[in-house]
């Protein structure tokens, strides 16, 4: 495999956008995956990793589409019958609607298979566990068990690790990193509901906005409702 070539997730969103930063910033050939899967804001999402990814000067994207997902259901994400909830205390006791069953999995088992593909030696994903919303699949021990699927499910040749650059940051040193790597924050976007100007109340949106005001900082998106 090429040890300093990568496939870095972007979502399109901070934590993503800050972990393409990273991932340039250790030297890393970088190829850009992002997913549709059926999300509320999938068109406004797929315009940020294109701005995103046209800053970075990335050529070599992938564009999947696993609109399964929605069919499959049970996350408000997907599904518009189901409320988005609106929390003021982050990160909530339990999970939110706003997980999508099992996701990160089926995200990881398409750039491992474009990594074995490409030779790429590490995947680069924007997961937070500490500051985030609890879902399940960004945890520190969901990536450590699934760099043993990798192992155990590739080529014997194949060696391929998935990083986790900002898994321990909260929002706050997020934005704090993001600035000082010139990570573009104004091609991002984050919002759950929204796709023109976001919705300031969502669990995502108000992560963002609290990390932005710790930072000290101003968040370059506009927002229709700011608490």
């Given amino acids: 495999m090429h040890n300093k070539r990568s496939i870095v997730l972007v979502s399109g969103g901070l934590d993503s956008c800050l972990t393409a930063a990273v991932a340039q910033q250790q030297g890393y050939e970088m190829a850009f995956l992002h997913v549709n899967y059926g999300q509320r804001t999938e068109l406004r999402e797929l315009k940020a990793f294109k701005d995103i990814a ?124 993001a600035i000082t790597l010139k990570a573009p924050l104004h091609l991002t976007w984050s919002c759950y509901e929204k796709s023109r100007k976001a919705c300031g109340v969502c669990d995502s949106c108000m992560l963002r906005l609290r990390g932005f005001k710790e930072a000290g900082a101003e968040d370059p998106i506009p927002y229709v409702s700011v608490r």
């Fill in 54 to 177: 046209n800053h970075y000067k990335v050529s070599q994207q992938l564009v999947a589409d696993i609109s399964y997902l929605k069919a499959i259901g049970g996350s408000s994400l997907v599904d518009r019958n189901m409320p988005i909830e609106q929390h003021q205390q982050l990160p909530g006791t339990t999970i939110p609607s706003t997980y999508v069953p099992f996701r990160n999995t089926h995200l990881l088992a398409i750039a491992t298979s474009w990594a074995e593909t490409i030779q790429a030696g590490t995947i680069f994903i924007g997961a937070v566990e500490e500051d985030s919303s609890g879902y399940p699949d960004c945890r520190s021990d969901f990536f450590s068990t699934f760099n043993q699927l990798i192992d155990k499910g590739t080529r014997p040749e194949t060696q391929i690790t998935i990083k986790t650059p900002i898994i321990t940051l909260r929002k706050k040193d997020i934005v704090l990193k």
